[in-house]
């Protein structure tokens, strides 16, 4: 569904990202890992169109999107929810989830959407996307519009972060209904165990490469069997 090739990226003449290849299927939840620096968010964002490669090919569907802008990704279904949410001071939650249908929803689709999310649809579907709101809040609002615009591709970076109990124990079933009801595929960012164990299929970074790609316990395994390396390191670090 979406190919990387040969993708380069780097920053104050220090390589982020090692001609980057992998090829990632719909229908498909994988889960990209690794200690901080590895390079998992600057993939992330150059596939959304946030980062622009040095060089390589993006390819969705077999087309050419390595030049397209944020919006065109947007429009041609692939849908994002930062680490730490975005503040839209003045826009409502209703707005929000409008504007990331691209249509004017229903406020009981809205309703619909907020619940999935575990919020209640009374006590936000009106309030501003501001500072008035907890972390954990805009991260469940954050997740609700990447379902809200029904995307091929939804990608998470550590959607874990910040968010209470019960949100964390409900993101395997916010996975699994992405995939259920859009034929798409899923790409999270996690340190979490529990998220890694869903994955169809874990990518393990290292200093700007890819070092394997394969299974959570067989990713897990290799991890293990390195000289000094705990598994702790990989899920706190």
Same mark, same amino acid.
């Given at each position: 569904?979406?190919?990387?090739?040969d993708? !380069?990226?780097? =920053?104050?003449?220090?390589?982020?990202l090692?001609?980057?290849?992998? #090829?990632?299927?719909?229908?498909?939840?994988?889960?990209?890992?690794?200690?901080?620096?590895?390079?998992?968010?600057?993939?992330?964002?150059?596939?959304m $169109?946030?980062? #622009?490669?040095?060089?390589?090919?993006?390819?969705?569907?077999?087309?050419?999107?390595?030049?397209?802008?944020?919006?065109? =990704?947007a429009?041609?279904g692939?849908? &994002?929810?930062?680490?730490?949410?975005?503040?839209?001071? $003045?826009?409502?939650?209703?707005?929000?989830?409008?504007?990331?249908?691209?249509?004017?929803?229903?406020?009981?689709?809205? !309703?619909?959407?907020?619940?999935?999310? $575990?919020?209640?649809?009374?006590?936000?579907? *009106?309030?501003?996307?501001?500072k008035?709101?907890?972390?954990?809040?805009?991260?469940r609002?954050?997740?609700?519009?990447?379902?809200?615009?029904?995307? =091929?591709?939804?990608?998470?970076?550590?959607?874990?972060?910040?968010? *209470?109990?019960?949100?964390? =124990? /409900?993101?395997?079933?916010?996975?699994?209904?992405?995939?259920?009801?859009?034929?798409?595929?899923?790409?999270?960012?996690?340190?979490?165990? #529990?998220?890694?164990?869903?994955? *169809?299929?874990?990518?393990?970074?290292?200093?700007? /490469?890819?070092?394997? &790609? *394969?299974?959570?316990? /067989?990713?897990?395994?290799?991890?293990?069997? #390195?000289? !000094?390396?705990?598994?702790?390191e990989?899920? /706190?670090?």
């Open positions: 569904m979406i190919e990387l090739i993708i !380069c990226f780097e =920053r104050d003449n220090k390589k982020i090692n001609n980057i290849n992998l #090829k990632l299927d719909k229908n498909k939840f994988y889960v990209i890992t690794g200690q901080n620096g590895s390079g998992k968010s600057t993939l992330v964002k150059i596939i $169109g946030i980062i #622009k490669p040095d060089s390589g090919k993006i390819l969705l569907d077999g087309e050419d999107i390595t030049n397209l802008s944020i919006n065109e =990704r429009n041609l692939i849908g &994002f929810a930062f680490q730490q949410p975005v503040i839209f001071k $003045g826009i409502t939650v209703y707005d929000l989830l409008s504007f990331a249908s691209n249509k004017q929803i229903s406020k009981k689709e809205a !309703c619909d959407i907020l619940s999935k999310v $575990g919020l209640c649809a009374l006590e936000y579907i *009106d309030r501003e996307v501001n008035s709101l907890s972390g954990g809040e805009l991260k609002i954050e997740i609700a519009t990447v379902l809200a615009r029904k995307p =091929r591709i939804a990608i998470f970076d550590e959607p874990e972060a910040g968010i *209470d109990l019960w949100s964390f =124990r /409900n993101l395997n079933k916010i996975f699994k209904q992405i995939s259920d009801d859009n034929n798409s595929m899923t790409l999270v960012i996690s340190h979490q165990e #529990k998220i890694l164990n869903m994955a *169809d299929k874990v990518i393990l970074m290292e200093n700007g /490469n890819i070092v394997n &790609f *394969d299974s959570c316990e /067989n990713v897990m395994n290799s991890i293990i069997s #390195k000289p !000094c390396c705990k598994k702790e990989i899920y /706190n670090g």
